[in-house]
């Protein structure tokens, strides 16, 4: 038996490990698989909420599109701005890191489609630009 402590998202866990011989293989049990949880009935997904007063939304010809879910942390570019390529236009928040999502070609900056504090899909066109 070894003894380890893990911690998973702050929260710590003593836990005890049981160590077999090489080659062991459990014995099979008489008594059959439990049957399978019957599935949650799924909700559909909200639809995301208008865009802030004064943001035109997909007015642009280039998207810039979130390459991992997460939260909407920090908006870098505004709407009239030009960027080139590599300049952050929106900073997003997904598993305790900050990820900046960049302008794909040189451009303006054509809308803002999300807001500080939205939860985004991974695809998701964040900005467009012209």
Known sequence: MKNYTITVNGNVYDVTVEE???????????????????????TP??????????????????????GAAGKVFKIEAAVGQSVQPGDPV????AMK???????????????????????IEAGAVLATLN
Do not use: N
């Open 45 to 66: 997904l909200q639809a995301a909420p208008a865009a802030p007063s004064g943001i035109q939304s997909g007015a642009g010809r280039i998207a810039v599109k979130a």
């Open 97 to 119: 890191m900050e990820i900046p999502v960049v302008a794909p070609e040189a451009g303006t900056v054509a809308s803002i489609d999300v807001a500080v504090g939205d939860a």
């Open 20 to 42: 077999k011989p090489a080659g062991f293989t459990p014995a099979q049990s008489a008594s059959p698989a439990p049957a399978p949880a019957p599935a949650a009935p799924q």
């Open 90 to 93: 929106v900073i997003i928040e």
